[in-house]
């Protein structure tokens, strides 16, 4: 009869190959499309656009955008530029814009975000 210590070495790599992540490799998760609430929170004409040259200025982003009228243009560093639009495209539209403009890399809309409230907690007596 064996002993314990050789039953466990001989179940252990058993027992590691059998308590995966539980998640085939090849299995992809789904992709999910935008829930209504983030369309929601969308900031109408705000944009976060990000340049290729960070040290590009205001002028490639006037010059890309200056058929929607752009109300309000600020840089937050590092190559990212937020803009406020008079006339909102969509952000697909923009995002077609963005892929023709080798000098944008990315463009995002604005979205509003809300702290949440942790629940509440009761103290330890």
Known sequence: MPNARGTLILLLPLLIVGCGNGKSP????????????????RVPGEY???LRDVS???DVIRQA????G????????????QVRLERDPGPEVLERLAAGNAAIVHIQPNYRYRQQTPPARSMPR
């Open 56 to 58: 590009a200025g205001g």
């Open 70 to 81: 752009i109300v309000q243009m600020a840089s937050l560093g590092k190559g990212l530029w």
């Open 26 to 41: 090849d299995v992809q998760p789904a992709l999910r499309t935008a829930s209504p609430a983030a369309t929601e929170n």
């Open 48 to 50: 976060l656009i990000r």
């Open 65 to 68: 955008f200056r058929d929607f």
